[in-house]
Structures are given as C-alpha cells and as structure tokens.
C-alpha cells in the first residue's frame, strides 16, 4: 500500500469507474492549457483521449508489458484517493526506466490534481508517494520535467527534492518550439 495518513494512491480498477469518470469530466470542463498541450490530464495515462475501459486496457497493458507500452517502459499509474471521502483528488504515473525518448521529453514521473483541490498540498504528497514507490522499484533517480512556464509544477517537485538539471527546446508539430525544464530527485 502507497499512502499516509490523508491520501492513498491506488491502482484504477473497474468499481473506481464513476469517480474516474467524473475526475475526467471536471478536467475536461476546466478547459484547461499548460503551455502548448491542451485539455491534458498528466499522469493518467492520457484519459482524455479514451473511454473508460479502452483507458483500463490500456492502463493494464502499460503496467505489464514494456513491448506494447506506449512509453517504451513499463509505466504505473495511479489515482490518489481522498481517504476521508473517497475522492480522487489526482493522478500519478512512474515510468519505470527512461527510454531515450522520456528522456528528452516526459521523464519518469507525470502528474495532476482536479482544479477543484489546488493549492492544498495534494500534489507534493502525491509526489512524495510517488517517490516511495520509485524507492520500492530500486531506482536511485527520476527526472521529471514540465514546461517552463508551468511554476506550479516546478515548485512541486522543488519541495520534494528537486534539482535544476537543464532547459530544453522541443519542437512541435506546428513549427513552433516548447521549452521544458528538466529536474532530478534524488531517492
Ligand atoms: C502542478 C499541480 C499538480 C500542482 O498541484 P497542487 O496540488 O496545487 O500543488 P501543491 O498544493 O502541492 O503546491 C505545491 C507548491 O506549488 C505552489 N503552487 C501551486 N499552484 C500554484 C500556482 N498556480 N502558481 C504558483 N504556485 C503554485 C504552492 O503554493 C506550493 O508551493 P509553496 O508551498 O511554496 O506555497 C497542479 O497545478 C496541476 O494539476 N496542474 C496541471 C497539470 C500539471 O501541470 N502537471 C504537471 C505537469 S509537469
């Protein structure tokens, strides 16, 4: 069991559905951009793009089978579930080893929290979480990154630990560029 005394993070299941899927529609309803990516909901193993049981194969398949994991890598991902009312407050994914692609762009840890429950710490114990489960995995580092503009995330992972490593230009589809910030922590 991953948790501590407010938040347990929990592998998604089928009898989750209805609190998955109403995660789902408040993120979609917030509208929301973070640098170039639109309506993403991080860490959740793009939820956004599937319904409920597509996303649950393809959650199951990226947990257990590096071959046909989109990321290259096995890849957990959990929500993390309010103990005191059950809710899901966000979610969390490892990547459990960099390929040369999470590398330079992704890392070995996404992550989000609803709109609704910002700004309460939820998403520095989600990380810390997180990072006992790295810690569990036998790593010794993770890379996180997020774009440049994104102050929130990086102050994040600065409270759990993290170090500056580089600043790094990804060109995207349109023509135009995204810059992340890349950070290490420590385990
Ligand atoms: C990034 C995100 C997960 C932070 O979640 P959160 O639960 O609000 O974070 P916390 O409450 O744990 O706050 C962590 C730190 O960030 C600060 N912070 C949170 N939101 C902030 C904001 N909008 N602007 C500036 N600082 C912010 C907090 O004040 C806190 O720092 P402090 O303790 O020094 O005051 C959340 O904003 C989110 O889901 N964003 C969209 C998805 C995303 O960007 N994921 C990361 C992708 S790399």
Redesign the pocket.
């Known amino acids: 069991m991953i948790e501590n005394n407010e938040l347990i993070l929990l592998r998604p299941s089928k009898d989750l559905e209805n609190q998955i899927m109403e995660y789902k529609r408040d993120f979609m309803q917030y509208n929301?951009k973070?640098g170039k990516v639109k309506n993403?909901i991080?860490?959740s193993c793009s939820l956004h793009n599937f319904n409920f049981d597509e996303w649950l194969d393809r959650v199951n398949i990226c947990a257990s089978d590096e071959n046909l994991s989109p990321y290259g890598t096995i890849a957990s991902t959990f929500v993390a579930v309010r103990k005191s009312d059950n809710k899901i407050i966000?979610t969390i994914q490892v990547r459990h080893t960099l390929t040369e692609e999470l590398r330079d762009d992704g890392g070995n840890i996404?992550?989000?929290?609803?709109?609704d429950?910002?700004?309460?710490?939820?998403?520095?114990?989600m990380l810390n979480l997180a990072l006992e489960f790295c810690r569990s995995l036998g790593l010794y580092k993770v890379l996180?990154?997020?774009?440049k503009t994104?102050?929130?995330?990086a102050?994040?992972m600065i409270?759990c630990g993290a170090i500056f490593d580089r600043e790094l230009n990804i060109p995207q589809s349109d023509g135009g560029v995204e810059t992340l910030h890349q950070y290490w922590i420590y385990l």
């Open positions: 929301e973070i993403n991080n860490g966000g996404g992550y989000a929290v609803r709109p429950e910002r700004k309460k710490g939820y998403a520095t114990k996180i990154d997020c774009d994104n102050i929130a995330s102050k994040t409270k």
